[in-house]
T-cell receptor
Framework: ETGVTQSPTHLIKTRGQQVTLRCSSQ?????VSWYQQALGQGPQFIFQ???????GRGNFPPRFSGLQFPNYSSELNVNALELDDSALYLC????????????FGPGTRLTVL | KQEVTQIPAALSVPEGENLVLNCSFT??????LQWFRQDPGKGLTSLLL?????REQTSGRLNASLDKSSGRSTLYIAASQPGDSATYLC??????????FGSGTQLTVLP
C-alpha cells in the first residue's frame, strides 16, 4: 500500500508570486484535505476535496484554491503570496470508510521571502 | 468554535518513565479524536483513533482514553524510550471533514 506523497519537499518563493503544491493520496482514498502548519503551532484546516469537488473550507482567503483529479491526487494553489504564508503544508487522505482516520504526507515546507 | 488545548507544551523525562499527555476540547459533540506524532520538520504519523462511542484505544506501549462529556483525552506512554522524543498532537473531528488540532506537546526522553 502506497502512503501519501507530496511534492516538492521544499520551496522558496518571493512575496506576490504564485505557488502550486502537489499531493498523491494513499491508494484507495478518495478524500484529500490540506492543512497549513506554522512553526510551533498545530495544523490549520484549509479545505477538503471529495470526488473532485470542494467539500468544506476553513478560514482561509480565496487566494488559496485547490483541485482534485480523477485519480484523487490533488493540488493546492496559493496566489499573491504573503510572508505569513511561510509554513509547512500538509496533505491528508482518507478512504471511503466511515471512521474518518486521516493519513498525512511528509509535507511541503514553503518559505516566502 | 472548537478549541483544543494540550498541556504541557513541553515535557522532559528520563528513559523508562511512564508518562501522560493531556488534551482538552471545548465542544463535546465530536465524531472522533486522533493522536498523532510529529518528528521535527516532518509530517504527522497517526498513533491512535478513538471513536466518540469508545472510551480507549491501545497500541503497543500507547494507550489513549477519551472522556467526551468532560472534553478530555489522555495519551499514556509506558516505559518511555529516547525514540519516543517528538511532538504529540491531538485532533478532534466534528464531522467527516476537518480536524481541529491542539498546539502539541513536545516530548524529550533523556537517555
Amino acid at each position: 500500500e502506497t502512503g501519501v506523497t507530496q511534492s516538492p519537499t521544499h520551496l522558496i518563493k518571493t512575496r506576490g508570486q504564485q505557488v502550486t503544491l502537489r499531493c498523491s493520496s494513499q491508494s484507495g482514498h478518495n478524500t484529500v484535505s490540506w492543512y497549513q502548519q506554522a512553526l510551533g503551532q498545530g495544523p490549520q484546516f484549509i479545505f477538503q476535496y471529495y470526488r473532485e469537488e470542494e467539500n468544506g473550507r476553513g478560514n482561509f482567503p480565496p487566494r488559496f484554491s485547490g483541485l482534485q483529479f480523477p485519480n484523487y491526487s490533488s493540488e493546492l494553489n496559493v496566489n499573491a503570496l504573503e510572508l505569513d504564508d511561510s509554513a509547512l503544508y500538509l496533505c491528508a487522505s482518507k478512504g471511503p470508510v466511515t471512521d474518518n482516520e486521516q493519513f498525512f504526507g511528509p509535507g511541503t515546507r514553503l518559505t516566502v521571502l | 468554535k472548537q478549541e483544543v488545548t494540550q498541556i504541557p507544551a513541553a515535557l522532559s523525562v528520563p528513559e523508562g518513565e511512564n508518562l501522560v499527555l493531556n488534551c482538552s476540547f471545548t465542544d463535546s459533540a465530536i465524531y472522533n479524536l486522533q493522536w498523532f506524532r510529529q518528528d521535527p520538520g516532518k509530517g504527522l504519523t497517526s498513533l491512535l483513533l478513538i471513536q466518540s462511542s469508545q472510551r480507549e484505544q491501545t497500541s503497543g506501549r500507547l494507550n489513549a482514553s477519551l472522556d467526551k462529556s468532560s472534553g478530555r483525552s489522555t495519551l499514556y506512554i509506558a516505559a518511555s524510550q529516547p525514540g519516543d522524543s517528538a511532538t504529540y498532537l491531538c485532533a478532534v473531528s466534528r464531522s467527516a471533514r476537518q480536524l481541529t488540532f491542539g498546539s502539541g506537546t513536545q516530548l524529550t526522553v533523556l537517555p
